[in-house]
């Protein structure tokens, strides 16, 4: 199966500032990266996700990279606000499965401080 | 539309309880997850499900059992419950698009279980 690892686990950035969370992966036929944000009490959300035949996705503030030579991509958050603090997953497919299972990196906790 | 939702929303058992989490969906969706996320661990997967009538393994699936007898429905089983169950369980599904097509999966708040 997959083997997904994230750094840092845990980030303090002051607001304005960016943060940069990464992860790797294992299997080289892994071709969907999802990122999730999870909210104090909530369960996860998905904030941006990225296919294997881009190098970089775009929404507002926030970007995903992905070097599939070196197995890792990249969530990035530019303009850092109070309410990005949250913890951030990664995760990657299991390309062997039918049913799309993900596995999750274990997360970064981010904290945006005024 | 509610979207994922889970029951109980907290729960204290004592070692050796049994206890049934209820995951409910109405977004006709065909896959549906359940995780436990613990410190430092992520989100690691349980048990889950492809359609109606259909489960398989996780990760860590021992201890648990689970049924999917409506489509809407994914229920999680303890039969005899530990103190290593002490977790948050987040119960998510996604629409089916194919084996290797793959889309935005949708979480449920979550249920806070402590076994004594």
């Known amino acids: 199966g997959e083997n997904v690892e994230q750094h840092p686990s845990t980030l303090s950035v002051q607001e304005g500032d960016s943060a940069v969370i990464k992860c790797t992966y294992s299997?080289?036929?892994?071709?969907?990266f999802p990122w999730y944000k999870q909210e104090l009490g909530k369960g996860p959300q998905l904030i941006i996700d990225?296919?294997?035949?881009?190098g970089e996705k775009k929404d507002q503030r926030i970007a995903v990279t992905l070097n599939k030579t070196a197995k890792h991509f990249s969530l990035h958050i530019t303009e850092t606000q109070p309410e990005d603090s949250a913890v951030y997953f990664c995760?990657?497919?299991?390309?062997?499965?039918?049913?799309?299972?993900?596995?999750f990196g274990t997360g970064t906790r981010l904290q945006v401080t005024l | 539309n509610a979207g994922v939702t889970q029951t109980p929303k907290f729960r204290v058992l004592k070692t050796g309880q049994s206890m049934t989490l209820l995951c409910a969906q109405d977004?006709?969706?065909?896959?549906m997850y359940w995780y436990r996320q613990d410190p430092g661990m992520g989100l690691r997967l349980i048990h889950y499900?492809?359609?109606?009538?259909?489960?398989a393994k996780g990760e860590v699936p021992d201890g648990y059992n689970v049924s999917r007898l409506k489509k809407q429905n994914f229920l999680l089983g303890l039969e005899s419950a530990a103190p290593s169950q002490t977790s948050v369980y987040f119960c998510?599904?996604?629409?089916?698009?194919?084996?290797?097509?793959?889309?935005?999966?949708?979480f449920g708040p979550g249920t806070r279980l402590t076994v004594l």
């Open positions: 499900s492809v359609g109606e009538g259909t489960t």
């Open positions: 990225i296919r294997s035949n881009v």
């Open positions: 299997d080289s036929a892994s071709n969907y």
């Open positions: 995760a990657a497919p299991d390309p062997a499965g039918t049913a799309s299972k993900l596995t």
């Open positions: 977004m006709n969706h065909e896959y």
């Open positions: 998510a599904s996604r629409e089916a698009r194919g084996p290797n097509l793959y889309n935005e999966q949708f």
